[in-house]
C-alpha cells in the first residue's frame, strides 16, 4: 500500500522560514508529478507548487520568489523550502504525487494526511 507523510509544519514568526518533507513509501514502480496543496480555514484548498518527474518547476504567485519545490527521487521524497513566511501562508498543506504502485497499471493520485503551518504576526 502507497503512502505520502509529510513533516516540517509548526509555528512560526512572519519573516521567518519553514521545510516541509513529503516522503512516499510502499510498492511504488515510479513516480510522476509531485505537488504542494494547501487548505486554510474556510477556504478552498489551493495549488501552490508543482514538480514534474523532469524537475520542471510552477509556483502559485501568491508564492513566487519565496518558496521553492524539490525532489530526491532516489527518497521518493518532496520538500518545500518556504521563506519569508506570512501570516496569509497559514494552512494545513498536503502533497500530492501521481504514483503507479505495484497494483495498478497506472497512475494514481495518492494524497497525504496534511501538516499544519501557522504564521504569527
Known amino acids: 500500500q502507497v503512502q505520502l507523510v509529510e513533516s516540517g509544519g509548526g509555528l512560526v514568526q512572519a519573516g521567518g522560514s519553514l521545510r516541509l518533507s513529503c516522503a512516499a513509501s510502499?510498492?511504488?514502480?515510479?513516480?510522476?508529478?509531485m505537488a504542494w496543496y494547501r487548505q486554510a480555514p474556510g477556504n478552498q484548498r489551493e495549488l501552490v507548487a508543482t514538480?514534474?518527474?523532469?524537475?520542471?518547476?510552477n509556483y502559485a504567485d501568491s508564492v513566487k520568489g519565496r518558496f521553492t519545490i524539490s525532489r530526491d527521487n532516489a527518497k521518493n521524497t518532496v520538500y518545500l523550502q518556504m521563506n519569508s513566511l506570512k501570516p496569509e501562508d497559514t494552512a494545513v498543506y498536503h502533497c500530492?504525487?501521481?504514483?503507479?504502485?505495484?497494483?495498478?497499471?497506472?497512475?494514481?493520485?495518492?494524497w497525504g494526511q496534511g501538516t499544519q503551518v501557522t504564521v504569527s504576526s
Open positions: 510502499g510498492s511504488i514502480i515510479r513516480i510522476n508529478a
Open positions: 514538480i514534474s518527474g523532469g524537475g520542471t518547476t
Open positions: 500530492n504525487a501521481e504514483i503507479r504502485p505495484a497494483v495498478a497499471v497506472g497512475f494514481v493520485a495518492y
